[in-house]
């Protein structure tokens, strides 16, 4: 009687290898927040660290070919008032990213190709709403310019970022809301929260579906939604062992799986490919990846590997499918972060003879194309993220689009025309709005002649330079004449002081005067009564 011992998995065999020194990024100051959150975010154009900054809180975006060493006063993204404590990349635009810090602040900002030449501190738009500090942002995965934010306030918010504005505010949540995931298509949302339970939304009305304890430890939970509908948590128990469970959405209070690792005491980030099935576990403080593949076989989660490291990590970023080099077989890409400044590159392989491309490996992903607009999405529309093949390599579509370029001149002509800036960002990351404004280019009034749309970039750089120049040398003026008024009023009153002692000075001397007078005068008559008694006698 044969029988096979080991699972048959194309997955098997994946190994991790970290890439060499020079081939990473060194000297980067991480963030020492004690926020649980990733410290990372990465695209396949930019690669941005939250990092230790004075006066401020700001992230460092680097392109992926600017690796080594990384110079000290290299150009941050630094407008927060307060330290950064979440970023997120748009999945539709691999210029935009957007960050919630401490100062109850979200901000999305847009990267010019090549990265920063100078620290930027204009956002495109601002967000204001949460009264607390803001530790998490989530994209939606196909409804164009959607973000949800959830802070220390215990609000979600779901925004319009084209416009500013809020599309639903969730007000049901007891306490501190740990993680947020859309589903698929984005039609749900799962939240855990610090009450130890998990919740699944609606994320147009605002209403709780079902709701159920995720796991029974007081510490930091994490849910997630995977392709197929069913939700993966990580937790902690009432031992604070490290614990992972799969649930079905409709019977939460009942998992599939529930699996205890590890008694460590860093909280488990769950990073998922909605491509292979495979979720990879990386904890905070952790000097291992542990990778599982979810199948509809028991046990369901099933272990593959682990990547083994001999430094701590203290965050990680996970490369979109998109950024992966399908000739060597790459199925994923992570950036971890050291405690040493250090952000290694690690790569996850499936070793394969064949050079041809595999597909059973690289299945349709995710393409960087917006499925639908934010507004047919809160008015009831749903639908699936827009896929593409890896077939023949990936080039971004941002240049296609002439993001950058169409979308500037957008906000030149919407600024002439007295639009709000909050409006002014309404094609954000839209590829139709990149074509809208090709059409309204070719439709409405010839360019001038000899303006090219470099140069009308280059113009719009230079005077938002010319802008950060003057606020910096007006802040500078004010302080200067501060100090003078300041230095002005301690003249005067030294000058005050030093008039009110001399005439009391005088005072004293002509009363000294006075005295001696009246005395002389006393001796002189006492004097002459002497002598007209002596006479006398």
Known sequence: MSFRVVRSSKFRHVYGQALKREQCYDNIRVSKSSWDSTFCAVNPKFLAIIVESAGGGAFIVLPHSKVGRIAADHPLVGGHKGPVLDIAWCPHNDNVIASGSEDCVVKVWQIPDGGLSRTLTEPVVDLVFHQRRVGLVVWHPSALNVLLTAGSDNQVVIWNVGTGEILVHIDSHPDIVYSACFNWDGSKLVTTCKDKKIRIYDPRTGEVESEAVCHEGSKATRAI????????????????????SLRAPDALSDPIVMVELDTSNGVMFPLYDPDTNLIYLCGKGDSVIRYFEVTPEPPFVHYINTFQTP?????????????CDVTTCEIAKFYRLNNNGLCQVISMTVPRKSDLFQEDLYPDTLAE???????????????????????????????????SVSKKANILNKAAVGTSKSASSATLGSSSGGSSAANNNSGGSAPVSGITEKDLRDITDEIRKLKAIIVKHENRIRALEATIREQEDNTDSVAAKSNNTSSSNDTKANAADSNSTKEDANGSAGTTSAATASDDV
């Open 369 to 403: 194309d917006a499925a639908i607009t934010a507004e047919k999405w809160i008015m009831g529309e749903d639908a699936d993220p827009i896929t593409f093949s890896l077939k023949g390599g990936y080039v971004s579509q941002s240049a296609n689009k002439s993001l």
């Open 225 to 244: 939604f995977l392709r197929h509908g069913l939700i993966f948590t990580t937790g902690f128990n009432r031992s604070s062992e490290r614990q992972y």
């Open 311 to 323: 430094d701590p990590q203290r965050g990680i970023g996970m490369m979109p499918k998109r950024g």
